[in-house]
């Protein structure tokens, strides 16, 4: 006999954990349904020599009081994890062959320092902080009713945030500085909309977070708040088929033939992966299948985990985006048998609070074509090639790092490394994208998805959709829970946080 649930939600992401919360907080009985023993999406961590090491979860921003993230998680229920502000005058370092350059926390602060570096360009400067402000302001009132900023935000979606930098600045170097902490979005020149880029890099600079321990404590933490107001998350429960009645959906099937009924299902999984659970269905036309199947997906990571040695290199509260060529917005992804161009250092904060970091990630872009050729193989059963190539790539990164973090080779104890092919097998994004699908401000209609389907009952949840990062998806859960909560019940949610 099959378990029925108000709402059914497709996959334990961050979306999907939050659109079960939400739901569950409004007296809606529901079950999510992951297909992995681990929960989180890209806030899974994994243990390795006893260290926890993140996947795709660095750090956050806007997470200071009255700021979008810190209204949203404290909604959640996640404002009382181990959250670490990073250093106010220097939460992001961008490397610029050779050259260092200090990105701060702050508007004013973050203005400043810019003006400092590039005196030339300070009347200009003033321009771009004060469009990270507005987006800002905007972001925070995402919930409230307003024609006239809705309009504002629809039309900074629809520039390009390349053509805006090269009209507005002069000095190149400028540009790839005030972009060089992107590696959290892809800098596409002839796509990226200029919303995209601002809404993210505004929300790092108003405020700046790590967490210490792992970001998979974000995910348990929503499953523990969803059960302990009657909702259900089952593991190891992959969804096969989706059964239809009078143009619904009625229930989904699990792997193991366990039938699931639901009034309502959210999908948190990629869109044409939701596409695909109904290939054999009638509730969608084959137009809009191919629509959304015929989307591109934004690059993957590549990843080298680095288990260091104790006592060896200090803890340092920022980030490096570090560069080996200049003119950013254009650096053609090499294949892994290419140099390493860009490269995010990323560190955990002690969780002994001792003042040597344990371990460090290196993270370069790499995309799907690189890894496409063992797709189907499985986890610690793919060949030679395979491991000779994250062994090649892994090198690359730490030689380029080694320029920048006195001592580090000596450090290394061990090495783990993850490519987009493991990403996909974990996540089960498509191709291992690490920020879903790519936004063309040319074409909105078509790259920018709203949470309903064609199926009256199915909504779609997840950083695919508009805005991704964990701001951008902890919105996106909003907005797909108030198609069926309404806006109001929303707005009152967040009114008085």
Partial sequence: ????????????????????????????????????????????????????????????GGLDKGQMLNRLFSYFGLMDLPWEKMDIDCFDEVVLCGKSYKIAQGFDNYKATLQQAFPHQSKEIEEYVKLLKQVGDNTDKSFEPREADAFYTQSLFAQSAY????NLFTDKDLIDVVSGTSLKMELNPEKLPLYTFAQINSSFIQSAYRI??????IAETLRKNIESLGGVVMRNSEVVDVIAEDGCIKSVVKKDDTEIEGDVFISDIHP???????????????????????????????????????????????????????DIWHID????????????????????????????????????????????TKIGDRDNDYESMKAAVAGKCIDVVSEYIDGLKEAIQNVYTSTPLTYHDYTGTKEGSAY?????????????????????????????????????????????????LGMDTIVNDLKNI
Avoid at 163 to 166: F, G, Q, W
Avoid at 212 to 217: D, P, V, Y
Avoid at 308 to 326: A, D, S
Wanted: charged share 20%; glycine share 10%; net charge positive.
């Fill in 272 to 326: 044409s992966a939701t596409m695909d659970l109904l290939e054999n269905s009638k509730l969608i036309r084959n137009i809009y299948r191919k629509r959304i199947n015929n989307l591109e997906n934004t690059f993957g990571m590549f990843t080298a985990h680095l288990i260091l040695k104790p006592g060896q290199i200090r803890y340092f509260n920022h980030n490096k985006f570090i560069y080996t060529e200049k």
């Fill in 333 to 376: 992804q090499e294949p892994s048998n290419g140099p390493v161009k860009e490269i995010l250092v990323s560190v955990n904060p002690p969780s002994d609070g001792s003042e040597y970091v344990t371990n460090i990630d290196l993270l370069t872009p790499m995309k799907w074509s690189e890894v496409e050729k063992w797709f189907g």
């Fill in 212 to 217: 210490k321990g792992g970001g998979m404590q």
């Fill in 436 to 484: 879903g699908i790519r936004k063309d401000y040319q074409q909105l209609m078509f790259t920018v998805l709203t949470a309903k389907t064609p199926v009256a009952n199915l909504f779609l949840t997840g950083q695919s959709l508009n805005l991704h990062g964990i701001l951008g998806t902890s919105m996106t859960s909003m907005f797909t829970c108030a198609e069926i």
């Fill in 163 to 166: 053509t805006y930098l090269t």
């Fill in 1 to 60: 006999m099959s378990k029925r649930y108000d709402v059914v939600i497709i996959g334990a992401g961050l979306g999907g954990l939050e659109c079960g919360l939400m739901l569950a907080k409004h007296g809606k009985s529901v079950c999510i349904l992951e297909k992995d023993a681990l929960i989180g999406g890209c806030l899974q961590t994994f243990r390795r020599e006893g260290q926890h090491l993140d996947t795709g979860f660095h750090y956050v």
